[in-house]
C-alpha cells in the first residue's frame, strides 16, 4: 500500500487503462486510416459509446503485464489490448440487443440500441469485431508476422463456436434445458473462461516465450478466467445493487443456475481460494516479476463489485 | 461453348462452386476442432443455414481464379475463398434482420432468423465472421506467416468501417439525406465493391504476385465490384421477379437513389460496357491465362439474374 491507500496493483490497473483507453479513442476516431475509403460517423460514434464506456479494462492489463513477464511492455502489447478489448466490447452491445439479454443500461450509461438504434448496435458490434483483427494484422503492430497471425488464430478461437459466441449460443440453450454442472463448466469456460485465458497467453505470444510458459499463462488465464465468473456469480448472491451498479439477484430471478446456487456461499469462496493458490503457484517460476499478475488473481477472487 | 451449351466459364464456376460448398460443409461440421472446448449444435445449424444457401459463389471463384492466374491453385486458395464466403454470408444474415432490411426470405428460403430465431441469426453472423479470420490464419491454411497476415489485414479493411460494414451504415443514413452521385458511388464502392476487390486482391496475395500485380488485380476487382452493383441496379429496373427469384422494382418503390435512377438505362449499360473494357485491359498482360477473368467481367455486367 501506498500513502494515498492505493496499492501498487490499483495504480498499475488506473495507468494500463488509462493508455488503452487513450489509443482506443485515437484508433476509433473519423479520420480514415490507410485502405478505408471513409468513416460514417455515426458509426463511430455507436462504436465508440461501446468501447469507452468506464470498464474495469481488466483484460487489456493481462494482455499488458502477461507481455511484460516476458519483456514485452511495449506499444504493440498495448494495440494487442485494444484490440481485444473491442472484441470484449462487441460482445457486449450484441449481448445487450433486444433479442439477447435486452438491457437498457450498462455502467449507468444507456446501452448503444438505446442511444442509437438496433441497426446501429448490430453495425457498430460488427465493425468493433473486425477492427479488432485489423488492428492486431496491421503492420503498424510491431510483431513479426508470426506472432501476429499466431495472435489472430488464439484470439478467433477464443471467442468464436469454440469460445466466446458458442457460450452465449448454449447460455441461450440454458433457458430451455437446464445444464448440469459438467455443463454449467463448460458454458462458463467458453462464454467468459476464453477471453481471459487469451488475454494471458497473448502476452506470453507477444513476449516470444516458449511453448511451456506461454501454456502456463494461458493456465493461469483458465484459473483466474473460472474465479472471475464464480466471483460474478457470488456477488448476484451476495451484494447491494448500490455496490454492484446493476440489478443483483438477477440470477436466481431468472431460474438461473449457477455453480452458486448448485452448491453454497462457502463452496463457492473455498473454490476461488483454490483459483487463486493454483493461479500463484503457476506464475511461481516467475518470481517477484509476476507480482502485479498475482494480485489480479486475488483482485479478480476478492472483488466487491 | 461446349457441345453441351455451357462455356468454360460456367462449368469452371460450378467446379469452383462445389469444392468451396464440400470445404464449407466440412469445416462448419458439429466436431469440435483443434483448439475448441465444443460446438453448439443449434449455432452450427443456423450457420450452415446462413452459408449453404445456393449462392452464386461469385467472390470465391474471384479468389481461386486470381490465384490460379499466379500458378497458386491450391488448397491454400480454397481456404481463403471459403473464408470470404463465410464474410459474405455473415452480412446477409445481419443485413437480413427485422432492425436491418427485415427480409424473410433469401433464394427461396426463410432468412436465418425466420428459420431459427433473432438471437441465433446474430450470433451466427458473429461466429461466420470471426470463423473467417480463424481459417485464414490457421496454420492448415499452407501459406506463410506473412501472406496470411497480409490476406487478414486486407479482408479486415475491406469488411469493416472502412468498406463493407462502413458502406451498410451509409445506406442505413441515405434513408434520411439522400446522398449526392459521389456519395451513392463510394456508397457502393463500400457496400458491395471493397469485398470483390479484395477477393481478386487476395489471388495476387496467395500467388506471392509483386506490388504492381497486386494492385492491377486490385483494381481489376473495383471494375467489376463497381459493375456487380451497377448491373444490380439495371435488374432491378429491367428484369421481371420470376427471373430474379426476388421482388423487383424495390430500389424505386424505396424511393432509394441509384445511378441508374439519376442517370438512364442506357447511360448505365455504356457504363457497363467501359468498366467491362476497363477490367480486359488491366487483364491484358497476364494473355489468356486471364481469360476466365475476363469471361467473369462479362458475367457480372450482363447477368440476367
Redesign the interface.
Known sequence: MTDSGFSLFQITLQQRTASVETLLSELLSDR??S??????P???AA?RHGVLNGGKRLRPFLVMESAALFGADNLAALRVAAALECVHS?SLV?DD?P??DNDDMRRGQPTVHRKF????A??A???L???A??LI???ETEL???A???L??????A?????M??G???D??AANVKPDEEGII?LQ??KTG?LIRFACEAGAIIGHADTKDRERLAEYGSAIGLAFQLADDLLDVTADASNMGKATGKDAAAGKATLVSMHSVEWTKRQLAGLVAQAEDLLAPFGEKAALLKDAAHFIAERKN
Open positions: 480514415p486510416q485502405g478505408e475509403i471513409s468513416r460514417p455515426r458509426l463511430m462504436m462487441y450484441h440487443l433479442a439477447m438504434d438496433e441497426a446501429a448490430i453495425l458490434g460488427d465493425s469485431l473486425t477492427y483483427f485489423a494484422a496491421s503492420e513479426d508476422a508470426q501476429r497471425v499466431a489472430i488464430a488464439a484470439l478467433a478461437r471467442s468464436g463456436i469454440g469460445g459466441t458458442g452465449q449460443a448454449l441461450l440453450e463448460r469456460a467458453m476464453a
